[in-house]
Nanobody, 127 residues
Framework: QVQLVESGGGQVQAEGSLTLSCAISNHGFSAYVLGWFRQAPGQERKFVAAIDFTGTKTMYADSVKGRFTISRDNTKNTVFLQMDSLKFEDTALYYC????????????????????WGRGTQVTVSS
């Protein structure tokens, strides 16, 4: 059973920065595609960013491109989401997700591609 635990959320002013972390408790961490998704109240869960198992392939939602950076440390079984120039509309509950599917850009943004999820960490951006 894969367990994912997010941390690093909080409240920040617009244009500020936060770094989210997701620790994954599984010895097969290096084989996982890892993703970040977010869900605002009353909205569906949306893709934010994903990274392949090598850490060399990444993709981002258009709304965060150029502001957010996803990375992973396979020695620490952790994936990160560096968020800069935060906007009010970035306010949401952020989830990390993991699975071992073969990296394809049409699959990485889909929530249904991931079988393991954390419980989320809240990010609140005040304008």
């Amino acid at each position: 059973q894969v367990q994912l635990v997010e941390s690093g959320g909080g409240q920040v002013q617009a244009e500020g920065s936060l770094t989210l972390s997701c620790a994954i408790s599984n010895h097969g961490f290096s084989a996982y595609v890892l993703g970040w998704f977010r869900q605002a109240p009353g909205q569906e869960r949306k893709f934010v960013a994903a990274i392949d198992f090598t850490g060399t392939k990444t993709m981002y939602a258009d709304s965060v491109k150029g502001r957010f950076t996803i990375s992973r440390d396979n020695t620490k079984n952790t994936v990160f989401l560096q968020m800069d120039s935060l906007k009010f509309e970035d306010t949401a509950l952020y989830y990390c997700a993991a699975d071992t599917f073969l990296w394809r850009e049409e699959w990485a943004p889909r929530p249904q591609s991931y079988g393991s999820w954390g419980r989320g960490t809240q990010v609140t951006v005040s304008s």
